[in-house]
Nanobody
Framework: VQLQASGGGLVQAGESLRLSCAAS????????MRWYRQAPGKQRELVAD???????NYADSVKGRFTISRDNAKNTVYLQMNSLKPEDTAAYYC?????????????????WGQGTLVTVSS
């Protein structure tokens, strides 16, 4: 199972970006999907999560500006980031609870994607 994140870049404060993260492999089911971020010199923090049924949670710092969504048919999670601030600058990582079939066995794992860098200039 692999998670491939994309969509990061350099933007100015107030602009928007949309991150995507697609899961691939012999996937049977994906439960919760999440976005984390890690700024230089800081611990990784949970930004937003979305359950398989669509319920969402957000960090207080991004409420009202970020929206997490998912396309279950595409095994993809998105993070729409609006009104970006310099303090949103970080590497963003996706994470998902995935049940897969590996060599004839069921495997449940929390999979991580590679980071995608978001830089917001003032």
């Amino acid at each position: 199972v692999q998670l491939q994140a994309s969509g990061g870049g350099l933007v100015q404060a107030g602009e928007s970006l949309r991150l995507s993260c697609a899961a691939s492999g012999n996937i049977l089911r994906i439960d919760s999907m999440r976005w984390y971020r890690q700024a230089p010199g800081k611990q990784r923090e949970l930004v937003a999560d979305i359950a398989s049924g669509g319920s969402t949670n957000y960090a207080d710092s991004v409420k009202g500006r970020f929206t997490i969504s998912r396309d279950n048919a595409k095994n993809t999670v998105y993070l729409q980031m609006n009104s970006l601030k310099p303090e949103d600058t970080a590497a963003y990582y996706c994470n998902a609870d995935i049940l897969s079939l590996e060599f004839g066995e069921y495997v449940a794992q929390k999979s991580w994607g590679q980071g995608t860098l978001v830089t917001v200039s003032s």
